[in-house]
């Protein structure tokens, strides 16, 4: 279909992937602003696109499409990037975890393009870390990361992995854990991993991570109500390890111990 | 000891863990840099410190100690803080995830310090994603992260990690994969991934992200040569999905694909 096609006798533009991490203009890396900045055309899906700075998009054409229009997304910027345009296509987070990235790879072989277009892609804060810095310090051991989202995946895989992160005792970070149309699965999830884990074990929840409607909570495994969660949230449980922590300003904090204590006595 | 401790009359000061992400000034956040240009005493393991930008260390007290003296170093912090001093503990990477988030945190706690001090964590680019965008989007879909560090973590516990990500078919990050006390270990992790994946399961390595002296490499798991790993490394494992696709001018790359091409046809 569209391989290897030119237009107007220009050669092929730029693609760059960048990433806008959790959605503060203070975390966007000087790398992925100066890409915005160059670009000519922004794509992604809407919300992320407001999270460009509003100096990156002034004069810029904005290619936006609702959810689950991530294929129609990555035509478009394929499209833009063959017309000789520098392109960016934006990812909230880290382009490379459940973003724009991989997607826009697979595009490129499909469509033939792989010797006409090399896109690059550009790391940011993930939601992940972004969150994980809020709660405390629960990523300070090894650690899974599985989204609860079944559109592309079979929810037997999802469970599969569940049961292995709690078994062997992965902190575990939850990505798309609920939204109205996936309401069970985050209850069926802690249920896994309480299975193996202590019912004082921490569960984090930070929704709308550095953003104006950021809140940050410190829960016990047994105590943890899935249905204050929702679809721009991030769950972080915790690992045989880890523990809540006081804080004299924040409230309670996430901190699973790398091990120093046993083997260096803190308490000395 | 010195719970409570308090000098001078000051009131304590202030405390924050800042990332420096993968070592490119272009791949620290605003929020940090600002970070570390407030500061007064800059903190850290002498390798972060020389990623720290000049112009924020020009007239700054820097505390830097050798490899393995953490606990030193967050000492040396704790107390600069106490003396009411403006105090930058750095990590590179993102200090949450297995940097120094987590041992502020604990020692502040074990000191009985949390009416006291509230450390800030700034979250970075961790070096799994800064290693990830280098690739390709081995992370689009669900994965593990790994260190395999026996220093504080028995070796059975970090076999068992890698046999569930084996099993369960997550992407495998591996961190602190190789040095010459531990040169065994990644061979052994290597061939736990490879009775559950096939030979063709690309293997991504990343060397010096980002800085200097920058490597990256794509391999197939059955070729793939632990010896040319060190501990400035870090190797990502495909999961079932993953494949290696070509680049015309970066060589080849790995794309770990969500699914899309099943969902949406992408061979239309």
Partial sequence: MHQGRRHGG???GRLTVVSLGPGSEDLITPQCLAALERAEVLVGYTPYLDLVP??????????????????DRAEAALDAA???????VVSSGDAGVYGMAGLILEMVETRGLRDVLDPEIMPGIPALTAAAALLGAPLTHDFAVISL????????????RLEAAAQADFTTAIY???SRRRHWQLGKALELLAAHRSPDTPV??????????QAVSVHRLAD????????VSIVIVGNASSRIVGGRF?????????????????DK
């Fill in 204 to 213: 984090g929840l930070v929704r709308q991570a550095f953003r104006q409607d």
């Fill in 149 to 160: 989202s079944d559109l592309l995946t079979p929810w037997p895989v999802i469970e599969r």
């Fill in 10 to 12: 220009r050669g092929p």
């Fill in 250 to 266: 924040g409230g309670d904090r996430m901190l699973t111990p790398r091990g120093y204590a046993g083997k260096y006595d803190l």
């Fill in 54 to 71: 509003e100096a990156a998009k002034a004069g810029k054409d904005l290619v936006s499409t609702g959810m689950r229009h991530e294929v």
């Fill in 82 to 88: 063959l017309d000789g345009r520098d392109v960016a």
């Fill in 224 to 231: 943890f109500d899935p249905s204050a969660v929702d679809m």
């Fill in 176 to 178: 798309n854990p609920r």
